[in-house]
């Protein structure tokens, strides 16, 4: 009986441990790898196009699955190219392992044929990096790496030689087999009742809510019924905290509204659960701040606070509840929520398509999507105004999941995201909001949703150009320029890549373009012609943007660009 190799132990504890894909490129490093899945059924070679793809796929069944998932690269170029993956992975803090191959043991320092050292490259965005050179760490170091991305919610990387990887395993299997502890984090007793004297003492309280609050929605909505206070959250909140929600009065930030704005600003204390939002300015400064957070590194990172306090939600505020008095002070919440009502009314005023009219407003899109999408639909959208729209007008149900580079704001995340989302959701309708900008930087993994088969649903905003970059320009008040995007003809390209490729060109097309792609049995890209000088109104302009605008305008009509500032105002203003 032929003895066991360091791959195929590796092999063997990732899938003890529940590992049931491994998403890569394949390479002559990773043979030893790669041959031991070809032998096994527990675990599948998930063949992607591109490495940074592949990280981006793990981390969306990460995400969605809150299990370590799994991708790899073949030594030099290949694992270099996960790197941007593996950022937006840390950055999201989902547990994801990252398999990058070297050279030859022997050969490591000399200079060799695709020679990096992967344990220096990839500690910025890990938790662990370590480098196995002899059988002997095995299978420990790769159990310490997964171990580390579970409990710290985080990339870790085992660098290992295509050489090593072939030698005969020490150690038979698995180390370890607890199951991942689920620990509750709560704060002191004498902590929580400081902070109910100061809630209780508070007359217009406002929640502001993040990815925190995730499996706490009950303890959340108990939370702001007693307190009668208007429940804000940020992007990556949206998914937890939005739906069956009374107190819901949307979004703050660039990507918000008003109402999320006005509930913050006019509060005398802010209540943060769960949450590192990052701007500053949208703070408010004289409120008396409240900061839970699991992570205590995090506490008074982004504002003033006058009150930290170290938990998970859940635990906390089921502690914390039967400590605080009913509220019967319910002016700031009825404000609140009557600034919402008139916020979404003017969002949902500019979702429309009318008969005809050329360019096809992209809120109108999502709003057909939302409408035509299955209850458990999982989205993925691409940074810049895909992402403003699905925030703005997909609706959240405790079912629908939503994907995208929140925190580290990459280009082309869609795609692969959703290829994750659908690999490890085989059931699940998976749906990508792609930009034409991010999807062509990524767009050979159109090939890989048609050599997997995944009916992975391609929805492309096609506005020829960077548009987000092209709104930043224009409230800085300088030309754009260098964000044109000179476009292929998207759905000829995804029907020669073995996809059902549609167009709509026209707003009464958008319906049902949408719900055909949907009904496709297999993969389909739906291309849209949507306005390019659409614009996304943040919940305030500062007078710098003002004046910023008002300088593009100037320079757009000095310039011999006046045909753009028409445009603006037939977009914008004449609808």
């Not at 600034?339 to 500019?350: I, P, S, T, V």
């Not at 048609?450 to 020829?464: A, C, S, Y």
């Amino acid at each position: 009986m032929a003895k066991k190799k360091i791959a195929d132990l590796l092999v063997e504890v990732l899938a003890e441990a529940g590992v049931r894909e491994i998403y890569g490129v394949s390479g002559d490093s990773l043979n030893g790898i790669t041959d031991s899945i070809r032998t096994r059924e527990q675990i599948q070679w998930i063949h992607m196009r591109h490495e940074e793809a592949a990280a981006f796929a793990a981390g969306a069944e990460a995400h969605l699955t809150g299990r370590l998932a799994v991708c790899a690269g073949s030594c030099g170029p290949g694992n270099l190219h996960l790197i941007n993956g593996l950022y937006d992975c840390h950055r999201s803090r989902v547990p994801v392992l990252a398999i990058a191959a070297q050279v030859p043991s022997n050969e490591i320092g000399s200079g060799y044929f695709q020679e990096t050292h992967p344990e220096h490259l990839f500690t910025q965005c890990s938790h662990y990096c370590e480098l196995v050179s002899q059988p002997e760490q095995m299978p420990r170091v790769l159990e310490i790496a997964m171990q580390t991305a579970i409990s710290r919610r985080g990339v870790a990387v085992v660098v290992l030689p295509g050489d090593v990887a072939m030698r005969d395993a020490v150690a038979q299997g698995p180390r370890l087999h607890f199951p991942q502890p689920k620990p509750n984090v709560c704060p002191s007793d004498d902590e929580l009742t400081t902070l109910a004297n100061v809630l209780n003492n508070s007359k217009k309280t406002t929640i502001l809510g993040g990815a925190g609050c995730a499996g706490a929605h009950n303890e959340l909505i108990e939370l702001a019924g007693k307190l009668k206070a208007p429940i804000v959250h940020a992007l990556r909140g949206k998914e937890f905290i939005e739906y069956d929600n009374p107190f819901d009065v949307g979004m703050t930030g660039l990507l918000g509204f008003s109402s999320g704005y006005h509930a913050m600003m006019n509060c005398d204390l802010l209540l943060m659960i769960g949450t590192d939002f990052p701007y500053q300015q949208f703070f408010p400064e004289k409120a008396t701040i409240v900061q839970i957070d699991l992570r205590g590194e995090q506490l008074g990172r982004r504002t003033k606070v006058d009150y930290g306090l170290v938990g998970d939600t859940k635990t906390t505020l089921r502690a914390l509840l039967p400590k605080l008095e009913q509220s019967k002070n319910d002016e700031h919440l009825k404000a609140s929520l009557e600034h919402y009502q008139k916020a979404r009314k003017g969002l949902d005023e500019l979702a429309t398509g009318e008969t005809g009219r050329k360019p096809i407003h992209p809120q109108y899109v999502v709003r057909v999507l939302d409408e035509l999408a299955a209850k458990d639909a999982i989205f993925s959208c691409d940074v810049g105004t895909p992402t403003v729209w699905a925030a703005r007008y997909l609706t959240m149900n405790g079912q629908r999941r939503l994907l995208g580079s929140f925190n580290h704001g990459s280009m082309a995340n869609a795609l692969p995201q959703a290829i994750g989302a659908q690999v490890s959701h085989p059931d699940r309708q998976v749906i990508s909001f792609s930009g034409d900008g991010g999807l062509a930087m990524l767009m050979g993994d159109l090939l890989s949703l048609r050599q997997l088969q995944l009916p992975v649903k391609v929805i492309v905003f096609k506005n020829d150009s960077l548009a987000f970059v092209e709104l930043e320009m224009k409230a800085a008040g300088i030309l754009d320029f260098g964000t044109d995007l000179h476009n292929p003809d998207f759905a000829k390209m995804a029907e020669a890549a073995g996809l059902l490729g549609l167009t709509a060109d026209t707003p009464e097309q958008v319906r049902s373009m949408i719900a055909q792609a949907l009904q496709h049995d297999g993969p389909a890209l739906v291309e849209v012609r949507v306005s390019r000088q659409e614009l996304s109104m943040p919940p305030t302009i500062t007078l710098e943007q003002m004046t910023g605008f008002s300088l593009f305008m100037l320079k757009a009509v000095l310039s011999g660009r006046g045909d753009e500032i028409i445009d603006l105002a037939k977009i914008n203003l004449f609808r």
